[in-house]
């Protein structure tokens, strides 16, 4: 189903009449809120309600005595159903599949993110209190809550949008409100003809992940992981047992035979925490072929490796990372969170035959997304990690404001080919041959354009940093390499900086811990007179 895009260049913005407007639908929500029966209101089907409630709204509408044109009447009237049925005046943006985010920076600012660029909309709330119960209504849907004493939440819409919400007295200027929408899923067809990745790529990721190599998605804020990590789940067969652990559930799998666990945090006395690590100690128990993390920040990274080591091949998660070889680094910061004692030889020889694929997304200057680097963490020798890359893409430029650039192969062929063969599927070795790979050329092309990928091109001279493409790039950490990480300069690869009470700094006391598996009317005083108990446009759609 087509919709129009919400029309965001108006300067209408804050102004008075929209101020205005927002209050006289405040005052008339108050009304019908008051004129409602909630004993009755559990009683009726959804389209019921819905002819219910627009009738009462039209007659609040006609009894006002603001002046309004009849386009204004039509649109009071469609607000008013938003405000009792859906989120009130981000209704329309919810429902242009063409926004990502939605930011909300107090009553009367609202920014969407379409094509990777910010827009200024015309949406403006009645105050801060308008905004603020319209906080508590989201929240309040996944069985949190929100108030001075706890300003921050983060929660879930039913179509898995993300949503975070903090209140006064952290924000100074009023609630602000964040949404990352999921209500439109990409596919891979939508991936190639935006030019995320070319088909080679995309070919070796399908592979992958039927042959149950573990694999790690790592990017920044806003690159696309949870995205990605939706779109890679889709190539899971579909008799295996997947166990999804979320702090607030995004992803949307395809199969029948999935478990899907949400972290929980402290009531208001301090107590009922469940972490996401102790959720992932917990599926072990629950015989999951594969265990999918949508984002280690924490402890857990030492439990996901643990599963990813003890037959739970094939699982999947995510990092908040600037670069392949920083997610390393952050992976042993979050191992080491559990105060063990490790020698770094011994963890990274774990996290190295743990984690054989590592992706690489990155968002680029005019908001384009692409999978920038896919390595293969071949194992670990005397002066660290060997690190392998097999595709990989270089910026050539900026035009019209929007980054564009090729993706290359460099030739280097991975030893887990051989695990991807033996499980039966075919892929030569042309796939991995030294080249330029060809894409769309239109990053937000439409989604049903072809894409033309010539297997064949000529290969290029060089590759990255000037290294011949033909080679293989064995990128070494020392192991005396000392990370002294200042978690604030954290918050540049998380969403939120890392606290220490947010964190289960959970010590297991042996080393042994890496082996361990573990409906009549709703409505009272009106006027006697009926709807006509038909549905009209507003209600087909």
Do not use: W
């Not at 009071?76 to 599949?97: K, Y």
């Not at 995320?196 to 149950?212: K, M, N």
């Not at 015989?287 to 091949?313: F, K, S, W, Y």
Request: hydrophobic share 40%; aromatic share 4%.
């Amino acid at each position: 189903m087509s919709t129009t895009p919400v029309d965001t260049s108006t300067s209408l913005a804050g102004g008075p009449f929209a101020v205005r407007f927002q209050r006289l639908k405040a005052e008339l929500h108050l009304k019908l809120i008051e004129m409602l029966d909630p004993t009755q209101l559990q009683r009726l089907s959804p389209d019921r309600l819905k002819r219910e409630l627009r009738t009462l709204a039209k007659r609040l509408i006609a009894n006002s005595t603001e002046l309004l044109s009849d386009v204004d009447r039509e649109r009071l009237l469609q607000e008013l159903l938003a405000e009792a049925l859906g989120l009130g005046p981000l209704e329309p943006l919810l429902h242009d599949p063409t926004i990502s985010d939605i930011l909300v920076n107090g009553p009367n600012t609202v920014y969407v993110e379409r094509n990777g660029r910010l827009e200024l909309t015309p949406v403006v709330f009645a105050g801060d209190e308008h905004l603020r119960q319209l906080i508590q209504r989201i929240v309040s849907q996944v069985g949190r809550r929100t108030d001075e004493s706890s300003p921050m939440v983060d929660a879930r819409l039913p179509d898995g949008s993300r949503v975070h919400a903090i209140l006064p007295p952290l924000s100074l200027d009023g609630p602000a409100l964040s949404i990352r929408r999921f209500g439109v899923r990409l596919t891979t067809e939508d991936l190639l003809a935006l030019g995320t990745l070319p088909v080679e790529l995309l070919t070796l990721f399908q592979a992958a992940v039927e042959a149950r190599v573990s694999v790690l998605i790592s990017g920044g804020t806003g690159s696309g992981k949870t995205t990605f990590l939706n779109v890679l789940s889709h190539y899971i067969p579909e008799e295996e047992r997947l166990i999804t652990i979320e702090d607030a559930a995004e992803l949307k799998l395809q199969q029948k035979h999935v478990i899907r666990l949400e972290t929980r945090p402290a009531s208001i006395d301090g107590q009922g925490q469940v972490t996401t690590r102790d959720l992932v100690r917990n599926s072990l128990r629950m015989r999951p072929d594969r265990i999918i993390v949508g984002e280690c920040r924490g402890a857990e990274a030492l439990d996901m490796l643990q599963a990813m080591n003890t037959g739970h091949e094939g699982s999947l998660t995510t990092v908040h990372a600037n670069d392949a070889f920083d997610a390393l680094a952050r992976l042993e910061m979050m191992v080491l969170m559990n105060n063990m004692d490790l020698p770094i030889s011994v963890l990274r020889q774990y996290i190295s035959s743990g984690i054989p694929l590592i992706i690489q997304l990155t968002r680029l200057k005019g908001g384009p997304r692409k999978v920038t680097r896919v390595l293969e963490l071949a194992g670990f020798g005397p002066d660290g990690y060997v690190v392998n890359e097999i595709f990989g893409f270089r910026q050539t430029g900026v035009t019209d404001g929007v980054a564009t650039g090729e993706f290359y192969a460099t030739g280097y062929v991975p030893r887990f080919l051989s695990r991807i063969r033996a499980g039966g599927i075919d892929i030569g070795d042309d796939l991995f041959a030294a080249r330029v790979l060809e894409v769309s050329a239109d990053p937000f092309s439409d989604a049903s354009s072809a894409v033309e990928v010539n297997l064949g091109a000529t290969p290029a001279d060089s590759g990255l940093h000037g290294r011949p493409l033909d080679s293989a790039y064995d990128v070494n950490l020392p192991l005396d390499s000392n990370y002294d990480v200042d978690l604030e300069t954290q918050a540049e690869y998380d969403e939120a900086a890392y606290d220490e009470d947010e964190v289960a700094y959970e010590a297991d006391p042996q080393l042994e811990a890496f082996d361990e598996v573990a409906e009549d009317g709703v409505y009272e005083d009106l006027p006697e007179d009926e709807a006509d108990g038909t549905p009209d446009e507003d209600d087909r759609r």
